[in-house]
């Protein structure tokens, strides 16, 4: 007998899914996603997935359930009789393709997008469109469905992050983002699945990674400096290189790459990283260390301080974040691609600059 995927839904598993969908008409995201387990467990082994639209910020949700068959995946929806109807959903009016109005100057879809050219140049854009696509399909194929209590956790933990720590400055950021308590909800219940996604790609990897190469696990700050071009990097590189012993205290450092800035035009900015993540010439790398240039948009490296590793929260976090970097990457190179804007010698480029093999250190760190 074929595997259940490759038929069509039951009798039992459509009625099942439509008593489910008028179920949840009235919920929000996280309750509705809940509730999926109960009905998941009812048919054990059948691929589901939930999708929403929201009409307005703060508006009902309108849910299908797609079930993925072997030809083709069947939509199934429930539309309350106050609801859009669903056939409409999908029609647009010409409002729709303007993003901006300044001073009644309509900016269209098509505009903006030209704007948006260094996308094509900077293929790290790209890459964080692709893996977020990527991460919320993997969500939706197993979804880390989250209790009240690791809800209200969640959203904890993500004000934490954000220095919200107040209900005014929480509203204030909402506020700016368009964002309701539902929406927020939304985006801290998203975070939380990708760190456990994250943690579950990882397993229990990491102690053995930092114990076949501790040393790759410093901890070193440095300062990248981007220039505009290679003889204005390597230019900086020899600057740099003949400064004083202690050109690399904190103070001094801060006003080498001010003077780098404003005499040299460079784009400097000062990270905490791995000492792998600096690649070969890293490895033996000391305060006061130059390395590079590196990549097509060259950056300078200086090393102000490294620290001796340990295997910690932190380090054990950095590592299952490189592990889950690695395995975003292999997916990448076996995803299907497809660009609807921008010319096809273009995409065809980005395209086959993210299905590249990750680059070791270096010009990736310098990214």
Request: net charge negative; charged share 30%.
């Amino acid at each position: 007998m074929p595997p259940h995927s490759a038929v069509l839904p039951s009798a039992r598993l459509l009625t099942d899914v439509l008593a489910y969908l008028r179920r949840i008409r009235d919920l929000e995201p996280t309750e509705a996603r809940l509730l999926l387990g109960d009905l998941r467990a009812e048919h054990e082994g059948v691929p589901m997935r939930l999708v929403w639209q929201r009409d307005h910020p703060g508006g009902d949700c309108h849910y299908d359930l797609l079930l993925p068959v072997g030809d083709g995946t069947v939509s199934i929806a429930f539309a309350p009789d106050r609801a859009l109807p669903w056939p409409l959903r999908g029609s647009r009016n010409s409002g729709e393709q303007v993003v901006v109005r300044v001073n009644g100057m309509e900016v269209a879809m098509e505009q903006a997008m030209a704007v948006l050219d260094e996308l094509w140049s900077d293929t790290s854009l790209a890459s964080r469109l692709v893996d977020a696509a990527l991460v919320a399909q993997e969500l939706a194929d197993d979804p880390a469905d989250l209790s009240t209590a690791e809800l209200q956790d969640a959203l904890d933990a993500f004000r934490r992050a954000r220095g919200l720590l107040t209900v005014e400055a929480t509203r204030a950021w909402m506020a700016e983002r368009g964002l309701d308590h539902a929406g927020l909800e939304d985006v801290a219940a998203q975070e939380a699945g990708i760190a456990r996604l994250r943690r579950r790609v990882a397993g229990d990897r990491a102690e053995g990674v930092f114990a076949a190469g501790p040393r790759s696990y410093d901890r070193l700050c440095a300062v990248f400096l981007r220039y505009p071009r290679m003889e204005a990097a390597r230019a900086a590189a020899d600057r740099l290189r003949i400064g004083a012993p202690d050109a690399t205290a904190t103070a001094t450092a801060t006003a080498t790459a001010t003077a780098e800035m404003l005499d040299h035009g460079a784009d400097a900015r000062l990270r905490r990283l791995f000492r792998a993540e600096l690649g070969p010439e890293g490895a033996d790398a000391s305060p006061g260390d130059v390395l590079g240039p590196y990549g097509p948009d060259p950056v300078v490296v200086q090393v102000v301080e490294v620290r001796t590793a340990a295997f910690d929260d932190a380090t054990r976090r950095g590592i299952e974040q490189r592990l889950f970097d690695d395995w975003l990457a292999g997916r990448r190179r076996e995803a299907r691609i497809e660009w609807v804007w921008g010319d096809a010698r273009r995409t065809e480029a980005v395209n086959q600059a993210l299905r590249a093999p990750a680059a070791e250190g270096g010009a990736a760190a310098a990214r």
